[in-house]
């Protein structure tokens, strides 16, 4: 049985007159990655200061690993790790000074975990450069790298990706897949560039306007569609509507068409009469890409 | 706990603001023990300018001494340009110019008022000249001592005359301004008598300033001791200082050192503060200032707020580190001090006691140079830390650091003109004012406070309750902040 390591029970925030978030519920257990999906503005910063006591919540209640946040801070704080907004690193300081701030903190952390975690993070040749020297990328690896140096069971991550090269997000995402499977972490990211999260998360939970509007298992998202597109790859798909008038023409090659399992041989056989060569028959998947546009109607802050 | 100070310790002593703030320290000390070394100088005296003499040169051709109105004229600048030449014989702070300021001109306005005046009388103005002559002699052969026993039998006679003046008169009015009279003759008498038997020989040294001094701080306590009118707080006060004043020239006249000395390291180190409290409160405000607010402005403070403390014990922390950073910058710049001026000047001075009235006692009291600033250091800490404190609420509250730091320096620096004003013209609710209270060293030696009505229990509570103004609201406030978007 896996361990229940974040539970948001219905927050609620307001500032003066203005409702942030409504009624948020998340849940999230040991090994769980999360991918926190809306579109600016929607809320998810101030979630996870929420979630990090950073802001006081208006009604509702944040549990980690049973403590709750407001009436047991330092015990429900203890064995969390964060980046909220940039990594938050000391300028003037090198990379090894700022770890070692972050081990004076905590019981137990010692030479060898912090060199343990650097090299984690792939910054072995850099450590004791000033911070100020570092490019984006070497920040946001710093800053993990001060988010999991106490070993965390809950790591948060607030966009994470940004200003990494593809060879940096394909690292961090074996990083991220290596500390949920092998340390049992759960771990919460916001995110906007959701090709990313594609090949990571196995949890969705997307937000708009304070409100979460759909949670789902990741296979169960992409999978959900509202209509049965079968996409059909021909020689010329220009003149396809004059045979299957409900079809919708994506290229010269490819055309889709809404159509049950049972139909499908139908239509081969029509085309097949045709004498239209057919290169490939396939289900049309949604990308989670997609599948997030579609759910939150855009890119719209209201 | 002690991990988060050493933490935020840790932060101080890595940027460059601090050591860029000693080594202004430094330089400006070095700037200031040379100038003190070498430029400091205490006999600049000049009796008559050059200015002054062309003028009066050029003055004297356009009189005609015959005529009845410009005769009075005349005489003064002839004896003007008679004391100069006179003078000119001598070094600028040589001790026969101080016996041709006092003795010798009087002899010669005289011969010059029987040469020119009204009253012509070449027979006398020959004999004031003989007389003139004479003492110029001893002023050549350096004989100083003379002068001073004639100062000593001067005053002798007039006490004596005075006295029997008292004995043998019936006006009443007489008798009531006589006291004051024998009481003034009698100063004088004592100061003649310190000449002849401390040896001070007539001249510009510290020795003749503490003479000086004794003699005019003797006459206005005389003064007022006589006087029936009832005397204001502030008058009060001066009266104190007149007779600490005295006292202390007293002891210089009679040990022979110079404890009034500002030009050595003894000297600037009893006056430690002045010198460089600014430095201490800029250190200290700066740190103060910046500690909470720099981890807003950085964005920082998130990093700190997810760690298993409290946010109360965080800050708490922060304000620890600043109690701490003002014990470092003082011990780190009087450290500075000690080094640089014991360069500069040696350590020899150090050997002199600060001598401090204490009118408890009624006594005079020599205190080692460390113990008194150990206890200047002591008084005025309240200060420091009240400013810092309030650099710190402002830090916090409005997570601002450029208000933070230049609001208490400007209330530093506006604090003389507040008391003053405070003083000047009694203004009794300003007694509540943070600033007239701070200092904790106006109720030393049973000195009169500031103020009527100040007393160390009253200055206390008010400390205690600006402090508590200013630090709960920080703590609260800092407590239920949401940390915004940054």
Redesign the interface.
């Known amino acids: 049985m896996k361990e229940l390591v974040l539970k948001c029970e219905s927050l609620y925030k307001t500032?003066g007159k203005k409702q942030i978030l409504k009624n948020i519920s998340l849940e999230l257990y040991e090994g769980d990655i999360l991918g926190f999906i809306g579109p600016n503005g929607a809320g998810k910063?101030t979630t996870i200061?929420l979630i990090?006591?950073?802001?006081?919540i208006t009604k509702g209640k944040v549990l980690i690993n049973g403590f709750d946040i407001e009436k047991e801070?330092?015990?429900a704080?203890?064995k969390?790790g964060?980046i909220?907004?940039?990594p938050?690193?000391?300028?003037?300081?090198t990379g090894y000074?700022n770890l070692k701030?972050?081990a004076?903190?905590?019981k137990g952390i010692d030479k060898k975990r912090i060199e343990e975690v650097v090299k984690l993070v792939r910054l072995e040749n850099r450590i004791n450069d000033k911070v100020s020297k570092y490019s984006l990328g070497m920040r946001q690896r710093l800053g993990i790298a001060?988010a999991i140096l106490h070993k965390p069971s809950l790591l948060i991550l607030d966009e994470p990706t940004n200003g990494l090269d593809p060879e940096g997000i394909k690292e961090m995402r074996e990083l991220l897949l290596d500390l949920a499977k092998n340390e049992k972490m759960a771990i919460l990211i916001s995110s906007h560039n959701l090709a990313e999260l594609d090949n990571l998360v196995n949890k969705v939970c997307i937000i708009k306007n304070g409100e979460i509007i759909e949670t789902s298992g990741i296979s169960e998202i992409k999978k959900e569609e509202k209509a049965n597109y079968k996409l059909f790859e021909i020689k010329d798909a220009s003149r396809i509507k004059e045979i299957l008038p409900g079809a919708i023409i994506i290229n010269e090659n490819k055309f889709k068409i809404d159509a049950v399992k049972e139909e499908v041989p139908e239509i081969i056989e029509l085309l097949v009469n045709k004498k239209i060569p057919i290169y490939e028959v396939k289900k049309e998947e949604k990308s989670l890409e997609e599948a997030f546009f579609e759910k939150t109607g855009g890119n719209v802050i209201e | 706990m002690n991990n988060l100070i050493k933490n935020e310790l840790t932060k101080i002593f890595k940027k460059k603001a601090i050591y860029i703030l000693l080594l202004v320290t430094l330089a400006f000390m070095i700037l200031s023990n040379c100038i003190y070394k070498y430029f400091y100088n205490d006999t600049t005296y000049s009796y008559y300018s050059d200015g002054y003499i062309e003028f009066v040169k050029e003055a004297i051709n356009e009189l005609e001494p015959d005529k009845p109105s410009d005769t009075k004229m005349y005489i003064e600048y002839k004896t003007v340009l008679d004391v100069d030449n006179m003078m000119k014989e001598y070094n600028k702070d040589a001790w026969q110019i101080q016996i041709i300021a006092s003795t010798i001109q009087n002899y010669i306005n005289e011969r010059n008022t029987y040469l020119y005046g009204a009253q012509k009388d070449e027979s006398q103005a020959n004999k004031i000249n003989e007389q003139i002559n004479e003492l110029s002699e001893k002023l050549k052969n350096d004989d100083w001592k003379y002068f001073a026993n004639e100062e000593l039998k001067t005053a002798e006679e007039k006490v004596k005359l005075l006295e029997e003046e008292k004995s043998s008169t019936d006006d009443k009015q007489r008798l009531e301004s006589i006291d004051l009279e024998i009481a003034m003759a009698k100063i004088d008498l004592d100061v003649a008598k310190y000449r002849v038997d401390e040896d001070i020989k007539y001249g510009y040294d510290y020795m003749n300033t503490a003479l000086e001094n004794y003699k005019e701080r003797s006459y206005m306590i005389e003064q007022i001791d006589n006087s029936k009118e009832e005397l204001t707080y502030q008058e009060k006060k001066d009266y104190n200082d007149s007779i600490e004043q005295r006292e202390i020239s007293k002891y210089i006249i009679e040990n022979h050192v110079d404890i009034n000395k500002q030009n050595d390291l003894r000297g600037i180190l009893s006056n430690f503060f002045n010198e460089f409290g600014l430095f201490i409160v800029v250190i200290t405000v700066m740190i103060a200032g910046t500690i909470v607010s720099e981890e807003f402005n950085k964005g920082t403070i998130k990093l700190l707020l997810i760690k298993p403390y409290s946010r109360k014990k965080i800050l708490l922390s922060k304000f620890i580190t600043v109690l701490i950073m003002i014990v470092f910058s003082i011990v780190v710049i009087l450290a500075m001090e000690l080094i640089v001026g014991g360069i500069i000047f040696g350590f020899e001075s150090l050997n002199i006691p600060v001598l401090q009235y204490n009118f408890n006692s009624n006594m005079l009291q020599e205190i080692n140079v460390f113990s008194y600033l150990g206890i200047q250091i002591f008084t005025q800490l309240p200060s420091i830390i009240l400013l810092a404190t309030l650099s710190f609420a402002l830090s916090t509250i409005f997570t601002n650091s450029p208000v933070a730091i230049a609001l208490p320096l400007l209330g530093y620096m506006g604090v003389a003109v507040i008391n003053q004003i405070a003083i000047q013209y009694n203004i009794g609710f300003l007694r509540y004012f943070v600033t007239l209270n701070w200092d904790f060293s106006q109720y030393l030696y049973g000195k009169m406070p500031l103020m009527e009505g100040l007393t160390p229990g009253f200055s206390g509570i008010i400390c205690i309750i600006y402090f508590l103004i200013m630090i709960i609201p920080t703590f609260v406030i800092f407590k239920k902040k949401n940390i915004k978007n940054i």
């Open positions: 500032f910063t200061k990090l006591g950073l802001q006081g801070f330092e015990k704080i203890r969390v964060a909220v907004e940039n938050d690193l000391y300028m003037y300081l000074e701030l972050i004076n903190l905590y001060q």
